[in-house]
């Protein structure tokens, strides 16, 4: 009987954020941005403390810890609310649901262990600095972190372990936006007593016992810096970042789950849980950078130089770390005026074999522009291709043609003239536009993925999932998203000098080979390229993994090798150009530099900048029975004609 109720609620329903159209998508918007930059800020704190020296300290051993928790933290939860709001039915599985649950709680659980051992740390610096160093060694910090993690995942585990064996056969309506305990238990149709028991106990475990190390730490601390006859104030500087971070964190946890049961109402649940599930991670990073001067002057080492106008003259004001740099800044007068224009290097052949690859590349950006206006101009004219299917696919139509477009004329121009400059402005848009256009395919491809998981998956609700709100809304976030991504690279590179040499490896403006022209440090730029390929490649690449792990599972239960077969063929073309997109992107952007020298480079990007543009339209071509389909009936209407 118990296995027989735990089988009729197989899926749960996410109630989540209720509201018209318009609304969602404002609020979309939102939790995307809010989302993006959490990610962003953790990431670049993990690096910090990785890349600087001064950092290397018990104190930032454990910042870095809390970023890491705190990326996975809002993973958990966001990613299933962005796509809650484009979708109908809302749905998650049982299993699905007992994961989101385990990893929500367990991070939780970690956090509130780290916040202790963070707060330990402050109370042996302040109280006990001569005993510091021996004390807060690195082999006591690891086993701190270790013994966190371990804490948090096995409380967690302990509960999801007694909620998962209860029964739930109706309603299955789960009225938050993620899988929270209390909403949860509250639709089993069981005696839930022992698993509130333990849910309970645990609870008092894992929040009152860090708590109550914190609280004691602090009393500690703030009775030594009491004492102090002088430096009270640079004292407790030390630890104010993590009294905000401790103050914020537990005041919305206990709030949300140990508050009378007369203020408790599920939509205000529901607001607490955005607060400290969201808005909690993204301020963290910002506390310890706004009000931590290491974590400010390791931000600072990254921007040696900046310009600073003051009427008209340009100052170059200079980090105090960098004083190298103080008197070759100062003799400039600007950033990007000692520089007006690069040298392109192109490919060092010779003269015949330059003259042979511009007729051959002129040929290859022929057929690209050909294809792709091909595949624009047949979804355009043919009704039976107005899906959602290729809708996407006349935005990479697009996409293919400016990208090439944006590298390919000025290479053509370079291999037949032996002055191959580009002046500092156009420069800068090419590898603006580069970027951008990277993105966007990265993104599109991403949702083309989701487009095709949704036809083969839900087959029946195809129609009224992907509807031509959501796709258009999927595509203009893709474009302008990508499209901010690059202007934020575009910025880091403006406030960078550029005062020679002035020779670039390269066939055209590729942000790589341009900040090796820098005359200054590029550390920020190069953080920040390594993000942005963390969540622009890797994060696309995973969810498209996820989409065709799905299908294929679907696949394989359909029962006939004809349908299997027919399956499959619907997206064996996305799969070819995803393939070759991600592999050529992954391995020039994210492989070890030893790997690929320089012109090993110039290759990589001419194969994902003209090749791949070109290959796209072939393959949704040769292997799509509907795109020949569409080009025999136009090709036949333009005969009769």
Known sequence: MEVENQTRVTQFILVGFPGSGGMHATVFLIFLVAYVLTVAENVVIILLVQQNRPLHKPMYFFLANLSFLETWYISVTVPKLLCSFWS???SISFTHCMIQLYFFVALMCTECVLLAAMAYDRYVAICCPLHYASTMSHGLCFRLALASWAIGFGISLAKICFISRLSFCGPNVINHFFCDISPVLNLSCTDMSVAELVDFILALVIFLSPLSITVLSYGCILATVLRMPTGKQKAFSTCASHLVVVTIFYSATIFMYARPRAIYAFNMNKVISVFYAVVTPALNPIMYCL??????????????????????ATVCVCSSTQSTYRQFCQGMMGNQTSVTEFLLLGFLLSPRTQLLLSGLFSLFYAVTLLGNGVILGLISLDSRLHTPMYFFLAHLAIVDISYASNNVPKMLANLLNKRKTISFVPCIIQTFLYMAFAHTECLILVMMSYDRYVAICHPLRYSVIMSWRVCTVLAVTSWMFSFLLAL???????RLPFCGPREINHFFCEILSVLKLACADTRLNQVVIFAACVFILLGPLCLVLVSYTRILSAILRIPSGEGRRKAFSTCSSHLCVVGLFFGSAIVMYM???SRHPEEQQKVLSLFYSLFNPMLNPLIYSLRNAEVKGALRRVSWKQISM
Do not use: F, G, T, Y
């Open 88 to 90: 109908v039915s809302n």
């Open 591 to 593: 492989a070890p530099k």
């Open 488 to 494: 934020v690279h575009v910025v880091l590179i403006l």
């Open 291 to 312: 009000r931590n001067r290491e974590v400010k002057q390791a931000l600072k080492k990254l921007i040696p130089c900046q310009a600073m106008r003051s009427d008209s």
